[in-house]
């Protein structure tokens, strides 16, 4: 069936598919030719498609930076829900070629709910079920909130007008590009050093003024574009502080970038679930409604209400009596969006990347940094009294075999890394079969064995080989508690115990000396996954069937003949024990959050001296804040996985990440930060309705 | 749920006294007799002190250190089966009082409490999640 399109957008295009999923009867009358035009009710950002194809043919290719709000789809074109995702792909046309569209595709969608509802559609009604939620205080609120705004209005009126009058219609992220790493390195490294100034402890601000860097004056800065400055500059805007007062500084066009990325490298697709709670809201600062209430009330929108009460009996009974629940990718980084328009997160950040950071004679800080506009690159300064870094991981932590052989091949398809991307490998391997051998046993081990499962249901002759450095017959054991293991696999929900989110573990932590807690956190720490009936069927499976083995010892050398890789291993005593011919490595070993990779936190860490904690990253208060970068009143704080080893554990998290941003807007606050308020009571709730009501914090 | 014993404490005395109240109230008022309801909170209260320790010790077993909202649920009931019983025999309890009437009273505070602790509460006192339920 081909259908001559007038849709201007994929918007239009997936309109007229759920136009004619609507219409089963004429659609299978084939041979129609409609003229539709659309007015596009959706979003569409990025590089711009213009024309979509659907079909049943299998998965041909993968990225087309589309968007479509609503459900069914994310920013990739992936569709997010059901098990459809595989059977239809989307491919990348011109203008004015035509839009196939074939029955099983339309049968899918049809299957999947794909109809993609506005998005203002779909906020009313998650609004109503907040609202009628919350139905018990309501009317206590109703005058307090009322006199609430009178009080903000009395207090900020210029910066609440400015920002009313700012565009708040879709999209609000048009024009907003990101950037690469290395190109801001490579533009730093063609800039001349830096003046003499920046070598001293104390930069004077007179001495900015005279040097030819153009200067950014604002009160609160972040460093890095990722999920921590969004998580603090979310906390901060809902806190009282103006878009206008923040800063962010950071290479990737939307927070979730470098997530999503490592997700996708790893396996997990949109419409794939994350290891993480339906509490963890990075877009919501409260953590309620979660992502499993705002999941099941999509779902008895939908007349499923089984599934709802599915979703729900999840999160009344995990983790004793079901498995946890987790919310699927795609939603969350809509759910991202959605914040990130509503905090003016566009209107702070800025495309760049930070050199240094030095303290002023004045009490601020100043930060420079390659900045690109999207023409040019620059090299500026900001100035600020308040900083905020969590630059996170700098890549795929690479173990030396790997380094060594890809130094002597220059091998990159053979050997790769989980946190690469490496789709080839399950191409291959399910064209040709073959044998892997799997570095790891984290999630992301996991994802990737379930991917060859995956792939061995196309090939019967895929292999694994699972190299492990010791066995684990059983799980650690701390008090009365211990962690399950199944099959050398530690099972765990999470990265780290529940509790040590906010509970009896981090309260532990917390009140731990320093040799206390490095013990705790050696026993609670570790590589884990989560308990899921499906994978300990798949490896238990794979156990008896042979085609997944478990190896105990250690790769000692890595070498190439033939086509095939000789992966020499080394057994529990460190002799040689076995050398292994495979078709692929692929190591899930883990990202590299060192301080050592960083140059930034590297000159950080030699100009100030700063102490690094006994996990050899940045050592933070209670307040997250770095105590050595005291400058007068200026404060500098830390978070995520830069911090890791402190007293929180899970600081790598979304629930971490939101945990550090309200520590440190509270410190604010107890100092006196400007527009900073403590977030309590009904302050907090009349926030909170605003969030629901979509409104400007 | 991931309390500490000092937050379920907290938890326990700040609901109980302030959504509970309320709804014991109303209770009072449709039962016409506001000290029975009253009274029964007292103990439900009290009592739940000790419940709240006997929870955290078989918290302890968990690895997860969580408390599900099912065992919440399931530990309310056995309270309340507990106060019934040992309710003809505790001062300031009417004889009067059918257990229909303190099945209704009992469970609409339990329910009330707990869709407020899975919630709201967080919107209201946003820390609350973040320190194991203590508010202190």
Known sequence: MHIKRAARSVGGALALAAALIGQPAAAQRGGAKLECSFDQPYLCVGRYVEVVDFNGRGLIGRVYGITVAGEGFNLDGHFIRGSARDQITILEQRTGEAVTLDLASLAALRDMGATPPPPAAQDASLDLLLLISAALLLVLVAVLLRQERTREARAQPAARDEEALRPVNWPTDSGVHSVSQADALAFLDREPPLPAVFSEAHVPAAALCETTLPIDDVTYLAIGGGMGSFAWADCLRVSGVAAAQIMVIGTTAHPYDVYRRLCHASQVSDDDRLRSDSGATPDNLWGWPGYALREAWRELQRGKAGAALALLWRVFAETALAEPYTPRAGDVFRAIDREAWRINWYAMRRAGLVQCLRKTDDGRYAAVYACYDGEVWSRRVALARYVHIATGCAGPRLLPELLDYRARTGDLVHAVHAYEDHDHVYARLAERGGTVLLRGRGITAATVLEKLAAARAHNPNVCVLHLMRTPLPDGVRVGRAARPVLHHWTLQPYNWPKSSFGGTWQARLERASTAERRCLLSALSGVTTPPRRAFAHLVTRGLREGWYQVYMGTLAHLDSENGMLLAGVRDLQGEPAALFAVDYLIDATGLDTEVSSSALLNDLVRHYALALNASGRLDVTGDFELTPMRNDGGRVFAAGAITAGGFYAPVDSFFGLQFAAQRSADALARLGAPDVRRLDGWRSFSQWLRWARGEQP | ?136
């Open chain 2, 1 to 136: 749920m991931t309390m500490t014993l000092y937050g379920r404490w907290q938890t326990r005395l700040l609901l109980l006294w302030t959504a509970g109240l309320l709804v014991t109230l109303v209770y009072g008022l449709i039962y016409r007799n506001v000290g029975t309801p009253l009274t029964l909170l007292l103990y439900v209260t009290l009592f739940g002190f000790a419940w709240d320790a006997l929870y955290h010790y078989l918290q302890g077993f968990r690895w997860e250190g969580d408390w599900p909202p099912l065992f919440q649920f399931v530990g309310g009931l056995a309270e309340g089966l507990l106060v019934w019983a040992l309710a003809g025999s505790l001062p300031g309890v009417s004889p009067a009082l059918t257990l229909g009437q303190f099945a209704a009273h009992y469970l609409t505070v339990l329910l009330v409490i707990l869709a407020l602790m899975l919630g709201p509460v967080k919107v209201v006192f946003p820390r609350w999640r973040y320190r194991g339920g203590q508010w202190f």
